[in-house]
Structure formats: structure tokens, C-alpha cells
């Protein structure tokens, strides 16, 4: 009599993959169905286009000022300010996909203050990077008050592959009052990713 299967297990037995088994293990087995024992080391052993169906971007290069991705974020917080400079509650994230990227910021922020005007400044993380006073425009005489929509434009060179957090500050240039998103107006930054 000729066995074609055994059960093993019922017979208490084992087999070493790695001694006992040759030849191509089907997919339906556990197998991949070939017989290579090696891998493609992807750093060394790719070149030309990697198809999108296989991880890749379909692309062979990416050419300074390309845009990589977008992103933004939009508050309706109302918060309001003294002489020191304090967070507005507008911030937005991004992860850079190479050193040499640049992001450009848009920043539309919405504000309302009593005498004497204010600045806004634009950081990345912790690091100041762009501050600008805002003038006396859009006045209600009657109530000697100002509102307007502010709006920053500004293109950062990072250096940097980690996650990066851009957002704003203010503060009063004297005594008096500031409100960001007053009235629960929409302030919105947006940041782009160009390639360098």
C-alpha cells in the first residue's frame, strides 16, 4: 500500500522546513509558489519607475517646484490678547518628504482690536519666522475699533524630514483689547509642500 498523505501530527511527528522540504511550496500550502530564496534589496537591485500598484509613485524624478501635498487646518476659537505675544489657536502640521522641500504658508486670520493696532507673527514650531505689525484699517469710528481679515504669505525652507508645526501669535501694541476669530469668524492656514 502507497501513502500519498500523512497526517503528522496524528502520528506525533514533526518535519524541519529547512531540511526535509524541497521543491516549490504552493501559495495555498503557506508557500509564495516560488522557488527563489532570495529578496530584492529595493536600495540597491531597483532602478527605473516603481508603479504605483507596487508601492511606488509612478514617477521617475520630481523637478523643483512640484507640488507634493497640502494641507490645512481652520479654528473658530475666539481668544482674546494682552501686550505679549500668546497663541491664536490657528496651527497646522505637515511632515516634509525631503530635506531640500519648501513650504509655502498661507495664513488668513481673522482680528479685531481696540486702539493702537497689533502684530501677528508666524512660527515654526517655536522659532519665529515672520512678524508683521497690521495698520489702523476698516475703523468703526463710532466705537474706535478695528476689524480685519489678515492674510500671511510666506515661503520656509525647513530642512527637514520630521513633523513641523506652523501657527500664529499676537499681541497688542498697548493697552486695549484683541480678539482673534471675533464674532467665531473662520481663521484658516494652509501649508504646501513644494519640491526643492
Aim: charged share 10%; net charge negative.
Amino acid at each position: 500500500m502507497t501513502l500519498t498523505t500523512i497526517n503528522l501530527a496524528a502520528l506525533g511527528q514533526t518535519v524541519n522546513l529547512g531540511t526535509e522540504v524541497t521543491g516549490t511550496l504552493p501559495t495555498g500550502n503557506g508557500g509564495t509558489g516560488s522557488t527563489a530564496t532570495t529578496f530584492v534589496n529595493a536600495a540597491s537591485n531597483v532602478t527605473g519607475t516603481l508603479a504605483t500598484t507596487n508601492g511606488g509613485t509612478g514617477a521617475t524624478s520630481f523637478s523643483p517646484g512640484k507640488l507634493l501635498q497640502v494641507v490645512d487646518n481652520a479654528t473658530t476659537t475666539v481668544v482674546t490678547h494682552s501686550t505679549s505675544y500668546a497663541d491664536t489657536t490657528l496651527n497646522c502640521s505637515i511632515t516634509p518628504t525631503a530635506t531640500s522641500s519648501k513650504i509655502y504658508i498661507l495664513v488668513t486670520q481673522c482680528v479685531y482690536w481696540s486702539q493702537n493696532g497689533l502684530t501677528i507673527q508666524l512660527l515654526r514650531d517655536s522659532t519665529s519666522i515672520f512678524a508683521q505689525p497690521v495698520a489702523y484699517t476698516m475703523y468703526d469710528n463710532s466705537i474706535d475699533n478695528a476689524r480685519d481679515i489678515y492674510s500671511i504669505q510666506y515661503l520656509d525652507s525647513p530642512s527637514s524630514t520630521s513633523a513641523i508645526n506652523y501657527k500664529t501669535q499676537c499681541k497688542l501694541h498697548s493697552a486695549g483689547t484683541i480678539q482673534t476669530q471675533e464674532s467665531n469668524q473662520k481663521s484658516r492656514i494652509t501649508l504646501m509642500e513644494i519640491a526643492g
